[in-house]
């Protein structure tokens, strides 16, 4: 499902056969306008998803933006308006505030993060851990956020982990099995394998042919010792409890990519709502 779909879907989930309490308590030709409030500090993302709502349901009303995707918002702030048919306009109400809410929560979450280790050369990732059906909009909060994205789904990315090696026998054979796979297929995929301990490193670096090595819930210090190991051979990536207590300390152990799955799957939606105005 394309994005373009997802919100024609989206609409008519919402919508049903009609928004019988603005039918029904609003005179049909009814214009009026209505700005968007911001009721808590962070970083507005989703602008352009509510206009293409707002547009999809009434092409003729009118979007007035005044604060883009990826700027700092505070409390008080009027990030758009929108004029035209009173109906139109509330049918598109939640559905525009659903995803400017949960967008802005993550992009903030995610620049929160990122500002953390601005210091440093390790870049925020994040996961699949994403709500099914809209993992597009929560991936592109993320990147309005400041962080970078990590595969979209399963099939743009090789990702070796620890029940594929367990399955396949050993780092080796799931290695290899996968080279032959990718030549069979003729694909060209990055490979990034999971490691769970140093030793899981060593293997890994004895076989090669890979592009990325994830160290999974390793200790600080493990994970220093990984790094050198690998010595700029490969990308490094660490996962597992990286948090905003815990992510300066990974940075500094000097990986190139922290991933952070509560980016998209524990996030608290940023406060507004859509008010009247004359």
Request: include cysteine; charge should be negative.
């Amino acid at each position: 499902m394309t994005p373009e779909e997802f919100i024609d879907w989206a609409i008519k989930e919402d919508i049903g056969d009609g928004d019988h309490t603005s039918l029904s308590t609003i005179p049909v030709n009814t214009q009026k306008k209505a700005r968007l409030l911001v009721k808590e500090n962070g970083i507005l993302a989703g602008v352009d998803i509510a206009k293409t709502v707002f547009l999809k349901i009434d092409p003729s009303i009118h979007f007035s933006e005044f604060i883009k995707d990826g700027a700092s918002i505070k409390k008080g702030d009027i990030a758009f308006t929108v004029e035209g048919n009173a109906q139109k306009i509330l049918m598109a109400e939640r559905l525009a505030l659903n995803f400017l809410q949960r967008m802005s929560g993550i992009a903030t979450h995610t620049n929160y993060l990122a500002s953390l280790i601005k210091d440093y050369k390790t870049k925020v990732l994040d996961t699949r851990k994403t709500t099914p059906g809209i993992r597009y909009f929560e991936k592109l909060a993320v990147k309005i956020g400041g962080g970078e994205n990590h595969r979209f789904g399963l099939y743009d990315m090789i990702l070796i982990k620890d029940n594929h090696i367990d399955y396949a026998g050993s780092i080796k054979n799931a290695i290899e099995n996968t080279i032959d796979y990718l030549q069979s297929k003729q694909l060209n995929l990055k490979i990034e394998i999971e490691a769970r301990d140093l030793e899981e490193v060593k293997q890994i670096l004895e076989v090669g042919k890979i592009n990325r090595i994830m160290l999974d819930n390793f200790s600080y210090e493990n994970l220093i010792t990984a790094i050198k190991l690998i010595d700029g051979k490969y990308e490094t990536e660490a996962s597992g409890n990286i948090n905003a207590s815990t992510i300066v300390e990974y940075a500094k152990c000097g990986v190139d990519y922290v991933s952070v799955g509560a980016l998209t799957h524990q996030i608290k939606s940023l406060d507004m709502s859509l008010k009247a105005f004359e």
